[in-house]
């Protein structure tokens, strides 16, 4: 059902933007098409290319968002997140989580 | 005259002709209106619909720019229900890489919020190595399935037992107590994902046992939403419609035994669901036309509002699909496609 679904209905994932467009939905609450727009606007591109996995390929890959290609030194996991995070502007639960299990911010203020 | 394949709900390929296809679309719309008070669908629509179910293609998708973000009920357990020998994690990362999954969601094979319960610390390491390995947003999901706080599950006495006899006060005093634990399992398991770094909870086939389950389900996410602002929470319904089992319990002023999709909703979001999935149960003898111009009809009443956002339940038996073990992609699809793009749907 979720290959069925994915094919009729679906963003795509990782394979374009639909993991920032639900990330959208989970952080803010937008109704998808608010979240489609809000993505386009960061990205830079026009709300048809959300899903289009050629564009946003190159996109993922330029901004280092991850990739469902497994390519060696790009982002995969948590990486990828802390740069949604920010790009998007948004919380990451599991981000600040990570952050805090590894002391970042004491760390980051150690290092200025 | 030309005939159109199409199934009946319980999955049986049948054939119908355009002005049946018609006449049950409107019948199935009709239901909805009937017994949801909602209003009917445009002309417009039902012929929307029905091209959708004369197309000769085995699948159908939405049109390009309508794409909708997908999140899942019982995510790892799918694998396991298959004997498909992978891990959670492994499991997470074929709907990442694989599937093309929007959304990613971690679950116990004992998919209820109470065996969860003595298990946490066990899901929660998961789920942090999860999370450091996937890249969409990872709900941990579960059902509030009260049915496991009566005997012989549970410890109180079951109100299936004691309602025929007439006992009403009695099942619903077992009601009560059984609201206080399932609420109390409910916010400990929420609690300890989100606190492990889920983002965001799902809470599936809420109301499966009626109205006093939906009580619980509802006071429990009032909780997790006080104790955790930010937190996202995914409410998925049972049915369309509430049973009264118990029969005089209200949230928020409403009574809870009745209510229909759109109403269910509203109280949803007035506890904090942040996400709302409208399930409408598929009807066996009926056909995929009449049910899933039913399921429209339904879905339609609730994202007309300027609500929440609106996921539908689309699977086995639920949102137009048949009520088979392998639900046929013609039959999928078409029910995806209609909700979206008729139903304005969020997501599935």
């Known amino acids: ?112 | 005259m030309s005939k159109y394949t199409s199934r009946m709900g319980d999955g049986f390929s049948i054939e119908l002709t355009e002005s049946e296809i018609r006449k049950d679309i409107e019948d199935g719309m009709e239901s909805a209106v009937k017994h949801g008070k909602v209003e009917p669908l445009t002309d417009t629509e039902i012929d929307h619909l029905l091209e959708i179910f004369k197309s000769p293609d085995k699948v159908v998708g939405v049109e390009r720019g309508k794409e909708v973000i997908l999140t899942y009920d019982s995510g790892t357990t799918k694998f396991k229900r298959v004997n498909v020998s992978v891990s959670k994690i492994q499991s997470l990362q074929i709907y990442e890489r694989i599937l093309g999954a929007d959304t990613l969601e971690l679950a116990h094979i004992d998919y209820s919020f109470k065996p969860v319960k003595p298990i946490v610390v066990f899901e929660q390491p998961i789920l942090e190595q999860a999370l450091l390995m996937t890249i969409p947003p990872l709900f941990y999901g579960a059902m509030p399935n009260l049915g496991l706080y009566s005997q012989p599950d549970g410890p109180f006495p079951n109100p299936g037992d004691l309602l025929p006899k007439g006992e009403i006060k009695e099942a619903r005093a077992s009601y009560d107590r059984q609201i206080e634990l399932a609420v109390k399992d409910m916010v400990y398991v929420g609690s300890h994902m989100y606190e492990a770094g889920a983002d965001g909870i799902n809470f599936d086939t809420t109301a499966a046992a009626g109205d006093a389950e939906f009580y619980a389900a509802l006071k429990a996410v009032e909780i997790l939403k006080s104790k955790y602002p930010d937190i996202c929470i995914q409410m998925g319904m049972a049915s369309e419609f509430v049973l009264g089992m118990h029969g005089e319990l209200y949230y928020d002023g409403v009574r809870l035994a009745g209510l229909y999709p759109q109403k269910q909703m509203e109280i949803a979001a007035k506890a904090g669901v942040s996400i709302f999935g409208i399930t409408t149960n598929i009807v066996t003898n009926e056909t995929l036309p009449w049910n899933i111009a039913r399921a429209v009809t339904f879905t339609k009443s609730c994202t007309e509002s300027d609500s929440i956002p609106v996921h539908a339940c689309v699977g086995m038996g639920v949102g137009g699909v048949p009520l088979t073990l392998a639900p046929p992609v013609d039959a999928l699809t078409r029910a995806s496609k209609a909700l979206v793009e008729i139903g304005r749907l969020d997501g599935l």
């Open chain 1, 1 to 112: 059902m979720a290959a069925a679904h994915g094919i009729a209905s679906g963003i795509g994932g990782i394979r374009s933007a639909g993991d920032l467009v639900g990330r959208m939905q989970v952080s803010r609450g937008m109704k998808t098409e608010a979240a489609k727009k809000y993505v386009a606007d960061k990205l830079k591109i026009s709300v048809a290319d959300i899903a289009d996995p050629v564009v946003m390929s190159e996109i993922r890959e330029d901004l280092d968002l991850g990739r469902v290609n497994a390519v060696p030194g790009a982002a995969k996991g948590i990486d990828a997140k802390f740069r949604i995070a920010d790009l998007l502007d948004i919380e990451i639960n599991c981000v600040n989580k990570f952050k805090k299990r590894i002391q970042f911010e004491k760390r980051s203020k150690s290092n200025e």
